[in-house]
């Protein structure tokens, strides 16, 4: 059996771990705070800061892991290629996780590299930066950390008066200590969608159906599967999925995202690990969850095949204001109360206001139908 050094430890990490342990491997979570969602299920934890590279160090030589799964963006990512020389499999690979912490890297490689449409884009480290950069690319544009998570950061420039909040909202948000925006063009789409993709060790690359999902201050309300996607365009965007991961190379999924207009499909964004919007998977629509996927993927078990048994959704439960002690949840039993609703309450251990702390996830017959039963039932669980 294995043992697996997680690096963050949130919702996504707490459901990857839940999935190795039914395989029956060692878990270690690690985040920068205790209580994390990961350590509550885990053999063992640590707390320390992943952007100091000598904690990271002193974390890896204590537990001797044989896999180290990166599970957010604030890692000390430069640290992973030398522990791949001591032989630890770092998921999906050193390469890939180092670019794809940093968007820039990953948006360089999918535009100039590889060849993907993406939006017009240009980067800036001042302010002088930005505002030419504004101007290149023109009004409305969209602003984002090099790094950051859950849409921490990101706004649209609307006009010449947004520009200064849009820069220090983009600096308070940035995550670890890269100083950078990427100013992007706006894409009038119709829609977005993630694509979660499975790179295997011996296997061919598989896709769940698309998943489409909708988005407040940049961070994801509600997700459903499938979303409705022209044939041509869905294989569009698996053929441009199946480059980007086969360029950053390694085996696990992967969660692509894509803008989808009436006749193309652009690259926006790509995380190696399971993908928040994926967590409508969590209800067995599914023959396999995306958690379950990256398990199997990454320890090197089979995956015969992806099945949609059921259109689902999901909903977020989120916080509305701050608190640093454990909320109590209202409302479960309510929620529950509908056959086809199951709940997943993510145990964080503070609020903060819209911070995600559980998910609502629906099944019915169309994903319509799923997206109304699981907004309605996620709007009966209140926290106090």
Same mark, same amino acid.
């Given at each position: 059996?294995?043992?697996?050094?997680?690096?963050?430890?949130?919702?996504?990490?707490?459901?990857?771990?839940?999935?190795?342990?039914?395989?029956?491997?060692?878990? $270690?979570?690690?985040?920068?705070?205790?209580?994390?969602?990961?350590?509550?299920?885990?053999?063992?934890?640590?707390?320390?800061?992943?952007?100091?590279?000598?904690?990271?160090?002193? $974390?890896?030589?204590? %537990?001797?892991?044989?896999?180290? %799964?990166?599970?957010?963006?604030?890692?000390?990512?430069?640290?992973?290629?030398?522990?791949?020389? @001591?032989?630890?499999?770092?998921?999906?690979?050193?390469?890939?996780? /180092?670019?794809?912490? /940093?968007?820039?890297?990953?948006?360089?490689?999918?535009?100039?590299?590889?060849?993907?449409?993406?939006?017009?884009?240009?980067?800036? &480290?001042?302010?002088?930066?930005? @505002?030419?950069?504004?101007? /290149?690319?023109?009004?409305?544009?969209?602003?984002?950390?090099?790094?950051?998570?859950?849409?921490?950061?990101?706004?649209?420039?609307?006009?010449?008066?947004?520009?200064?909040?849009?820069?220090?909202?983009?600096?308070?948000?940035?995550?670890?200590?890269?100083?950078?925006?990427?100013?992007?063009?706006?894409?009038?789409?119709?829609?977005?969608?993630? *694509?979660?993709?499975? &790179?295997?060790?011996?296997?061919?690359?598989?896709?769940?159906?698309?998943?489409?999902?909708?988005?407040?201050?940049?961070?994801?309300?509600?997700?459903?599967?499938?979303?409705?996607?022209?044939?041509?365009?869905?294989?569009?965007?698996?053929?441009?999925?199946?480059?980007?991961?086969?360029?950053?190379?390694?085996?696990?999924?992967?969660? %692509?995202?894509?803008?989808?207009?009436?006749?193309?499909?652009?690259?926006?964004?790509?995380?190696?690990?399971?993908?928040? &919007?994926?967590?409508?998977?969590?209800?067995?629509?599914? /023959?396999?969850?995306?958690?379950? *996927?990256?398990?199997?993927?990454?320890?090197?078990?089979?995956?015969?095949?992806?099945?949609?048994?059921?259109?689902?959704?999901?909903?977020?439960?989120?916080?509305?204001?701050?608190?640093?002690?454990?909320?109590?949840?209202?409302?479960?039993?309510?929620?529950?109360?509908?056959?086809?609703?199951?709940?997943?309450?993510?145990?964080?251990?503070?609020?903060?206001?819209?911070?995600?702390?559980?998910?609502?996830?629906?099944?019915?017959?169309?994903?319509?139908?799923?997206?109304?039963?699981?907004? @309605?039932?996620?709007?009966?669980?209140?926290?106090?």
């Amino acid at each position: 059996m294995k043992t697996i050094l997680l690096l963050g430890s949130g919702e996504l990490g707490k459901e990857f771990t839940i999935a190795c342990k039914r395989y029956g491997h060692t878990v $270690v979570a690690v985040d920068s705070y205790a209580g994390a969602p990961a350590m509550q299920v885990a053999d063992q934890h640590f707390v320390v800061n992943m952007l100091d590279g000598t904690e990271l160090d002193r $974390v890896v030589a204590t %537990v001797q892991p044989d896999l180290i %799964v990166p599970e957010i963006e604030a890692i000390r990512t430069e640290r992973l290629s030398s522990y791949e020389q @001591q032989d630890i499999h770092v998921v999906p690979s050193a390469r890939a996780a /180092n670019m794809t912490m /940093n968007r820039k890297a990953i948006r360089d490689l999918a535009a100039r590299e590889a060849g993907l449409l993406t939006a017009r884009y240009a980067y800036a &480290t001042t302010l002088e930066e930005f @505002q030419a950069a504004v101007a /290149n690319i023109g009004f409305p544009c969209v602003v984002k950390p090099l790094m950051s998570s859950s849409g921490k950061g990101q706004s649209v420039v609307r006009s010449s008066e947004d520009v200064e909040f849009a820069w220090t909202s983009a600096m308070a948000g940035s995550r670890g200590d890269l100083q950078e925006v990427i100013v992007e063009e706006f894409i009038p789409f119709e829609s977005e969608i993630t *694509l979660l993709t499975v &790179t295997q060790h011996h296997g061919p690359t598989l896709f769940c159906p698309p998943i489409g999902h909708r988005q407040e201050r940049g961070d994801y309300q509600e997700s459903w599967i499938p979303h409705t996607i022209h044939p041509v365009l869905l294989e569009k965007a698996q053929h441009m999925a199946s480059q980007i991961t086969a360029a950053l190379g390694g085996a696990g999924l992967w969660g %692509v995202e894509f803008f989808l207009t009436d006749t193309d499909v652009y690259f926006s964004e790509l995380s190696p690990r399971p993908h928040d &919007t994926g967590m409508v998977t969590l209800n067995g629509c599914l /023959n396999l969850s995306e958690f379950e *996927l990256h398990a199997r993927a990454v320890l090197g078990y089979p995956i015969p095949t992806i099945e949609l048994r059921t259109p689902a959704a999901s909903a977020v439960i989120l916080a509305q204001r701050a608190s640093d002690t454990p909320p109590v949840y209202r409302g479960i039993e309510e929620a529950l109360s509908h056959p086809d609703v199951e709940v997943r309450i993510f145990g964080k251990p503070t609020m903060r206001p819209y911070r995600r702390m559980g998910v609502v996830v629906a099944q019915a017959s169309t994903a319509q139908q799923a997206r109304t039963i699981a907004s @309605q039932a996620a709007a009966l669980i209140s926290l106090e």
